[in-house]
């Protein structure tokens, strides 16, 4: 199954605006219609609008680039704007191999704006990583989170608990005897309820932990911080095995149903979550905001890590973000085989978090009927 959550519904269009030094007003449309597909030429508009009571004119070049940063199209258009009025233009350029594109704006040799393109995302193929095996390294470290003797500590956390839900500060040993923070959530009086594994990169926790729980209110939620420690891939190797002992700890759990225990997470963090049913076969559903795969495509091939990813998957990504890091992220996601989805934001680098909350609960109530 592959859907595709744009904002197709909603009458809004986006724009980022910039004034030239003539004060011609230049403004690149982000729309909600925002991939390019089948003939469709890949296209950016662009809209002038002229406030001074005389008319103005412009020198547009609009450079096209791949996500490799290398030029591909250097495009132009001239004229002039009359006294009060506006003029839409649109910049197209030939249809391209499948993938995302950036489109850089000048006017007058000025640099205004940069937005990302996408022609055909869904039919980008495995181009990223290394050669070797994700799945050998995923089998490594399966073995090395037995060799770790299960520490656990919760203390309830007075502050935090309320009438609804008992909330303790929890932490682990895991591997290295690092130990791993975080918190978890009972609702109270409740058996057999669904879990929700939340992994949050330490350094992006917040000052209000309480702000971290956006499970459904009756799930029992585990948040770990995953801590950065060592280098290139062993990051990803300590993230991963935190991300197992923390499902064997909800697991073991009476209140948790065992066939209903979903795992989340942004950045490397999203990446640990996209792979997560690829690690064990306990995970009944993925949601990854943003993943970032870099710590593993140094090594590994994009095509190896999403292989084995068998629960149902659901991926979230802000268009404006890097094309290079775009083009990975598809990549790898169109290498999945089984139930996948995706949501698509075309406006900033950070999702909407209300949006987006909305979209994984309904996603995780579907898969979980």
């Known amino acids: 199954m592959r859907c595709k959550f744009l904002y197709a519904l909603l009458p809004v269009v986006c724009s980022v605006e910039a004034f030239a030094a003539d004060t011609l007003l230049c403004r690149v449309n982000r729309v909600s219609d925002w991939a390019f597909y089948g003939t469709d030429k890949p296209a950016a508009q662009v809209s002038l609008v002229n406030r001074r009571q005389v008319g103005k004119g412009y020198n547009l070049k609009c450079e096209i680039r791949d996500h490799k940063n290398r030029p591909l199209y250097e495009l132009g258009q001239s004229g002039s704007v009359a006294a009060s009025d506006s003029s839409a233009l649109s910049f197209t350029f030939k249809t391209v191999a499948p993938g995302f594109y950036d489109m850089r704006l000048y006017n007058e040799e000025r640099f205004m704006e940069s937005t990302v393109i996408a022609y055909e995302p869904d039919k980008i193929v495995d181009s990223v990583g290394g050669s070797e095996d994700f799945l050998m390294f995923a089998h490594k470290v399966a073995l090395e989170r037995r060799e770790v003797k299960p520490q656990y500590v919760m203390v309830r956390n007075r502050e935090m608990s309320g009438r609804e839900k008992n909330v303790y500060d929890f932490s682990m040993v895991s591997r290295g005897d690092?130990?791993?923070?975080?918190?978890?959530?009972?609702?109270?009086?409740?058996?057999?309820?669904?879990?929700?594994?939340?992994?949050?990169?330490?350094?992006?926790?917040?000052?209000?932990?309480?702000?971290?729980?956006?499970?459904?209110?009756?799930?029992?939620?585990?948040?770990?911080?995953?801590?950065?420690?060592?280098?290139?891939?062993?990051?990803?190797?300590?993230?991963?095995?935190?991300?197992l002992l923390a499902l064997d700890f909800i697991l073991q759990r009476e209140e948790v149903d065992k066939s209903s225990v979903y795992v989340q997470g942004s950045g490397y963090a999203g990446a640990c979550a996209f792979v997560a049913s690829a690690m064990t076969d306990v995970v009944a559903g993925s949601v990854a905001s943003?993943?970032?795969?870099?710590?593993?495509?140094?090594?590994?091939?994009?095509?190896?890590?999403?292989?084995?990813?068998?629960?149902?998957?659901?991926?979230?990504?802000?268009?404006?973000?890097?094309?290079?890091?775009?083009?990975?992220?598809?990549?790898?996601?169109?290498?999945?085989?089984?139930?996948?989805?995706?949501?698509?934001?075309?406006?900033?680098?950070?999702?909407?978090?209300?949006?987006?909350?909305?979209?994984?609960?309904?996603?995780?109530?579907?898969?979980?009927?």
Do not use: C
């Not at 409740?190 to 949050?200: A, N, Q």
């Open 178 to 243: 690092e130990r791993v923070a975080g918190y978890v959530a009972f609702p109270k009086g409740k058996r057999g309820l669904k879990g929700m594994v939340t992994l949050v990169q330490q350094e992006s926790a917040q000052r209000n932990p309480l702000a971290d729980f956006t499970a459904p209110a009756d799930f029992v939620e585990m948040v770990i911080y995953l801590k950065s420690h060592g280098s290139g891939v062993e990051v990803m190797q300590n993230y991963l095995t935190d991300m």
């Open 290 to 369: 943003s993943p970032d795969f870099s710590l593993l495509t140094e090594t590994y091939s994009g095509g190896s890590i999403a292989g084995k990813v068998s629960a149902p998957l659901l991926m979230g990504v802000g268009l404006q973000s890097d094309a290079g890091y775009l083009q990975e992220t598809f990549s790898i996601f169109n290498g999945v085989k089984g139930v996948k989805e995706y949501f698509a934001s075309p406006v900033g680098e950070e999702i909407e978090r209300n949006r987006w909350k909305y979209i994984k609960d309904i996603f995780i109530k579907r898969i979980s009927e």
